[in-house]
């Protein structure tokens, strides 16, 4: 959670650090240890990597960023409140390009080159377990397009600090079948 996330902002590319709330509210979940950490480049996931995964290294894997959320970037809906181009954005249900940003599938296609190196990197090290700290719109682009059971975009949304418990078979990721099997939801 960072300031701007409490005052419902887009945050995207703006990199700002977590909140005292946030770091609070993160030190008060405990999660197992993984043997790998990946995460995006942001403050915000590097900061709460280091909570949650204290003396860990971080792997950075830059294709994991969230959206670049253009003129809509650092604003919130009270904000944008009669601009035409958030309104038409609204109306299509989140598909269309943020203006001056990045598309809904450019990003999608940029975090899935991220989550496959990761995959990539788990399976040439045999690790057995891995965390991914990152953002909810990188979470729900990885998990709308691999997990099962599956689900739409917004149906994989998850609060600061959550996420899922997945299985991911190396024989069938292998083989192209790439399905992550969701184990839990936390």
């Known amino acids: 959670m960072t300031a701007g996330n409490l005052k419902g902002r887009y945050i995207g590319k703006t990199d700002e650090p977590l909140c005292e709330a946030g770091k609070k509210a993160l030190g008060e979940l405990d999660y197992p240890a993984p043997e ?14 280091e909570i949650l995964f204290p003396g860990k290294k971080l792997r950075i894997i830059d294709q994991l960023a969230e959206c670049d959320f253009g003129d809509f970037e650092n604003k919130n809906y009270r904000e944008l409140s009669g601009n035409p181009d958030y309104q038409a954005w609204v109306d299509s249900g989140g598909t ?10 450019a990003c999608r296609r940029r975090n899935q080159e991220g989550f496959r190196r990761m995959v990539t990197a788990c399976i040439r090290e045999k690790a057995e377990s891995a965390a ?27 609060k600061n600090g959550r996420g899922y418990l997945v299985e991911l078979d190396t024989g069938l ?14």
């Open 36 to 49: 790998l950490v990946f995460v995006s480049p942001m403050i915000r996931c590097r900061e709460t990597a």
């Open 96 to 105: 269309l390009p943020f203006p001056g940003g990045e598309s809904r599938e």
């Open 173 to 186: 990721w292998r083989s192209g079948r790439e399905i992550l099997k969701v184990k839990e939801e936390f």
């Open 132 to 158: 991914v700290v990152v953002h909810g719109g990188t979470i729900m682009n990885i998990m709308e397009i691999w997990a099962v059971p599956e689900r739409e975009f917004y149906g994989w949304h998850v």
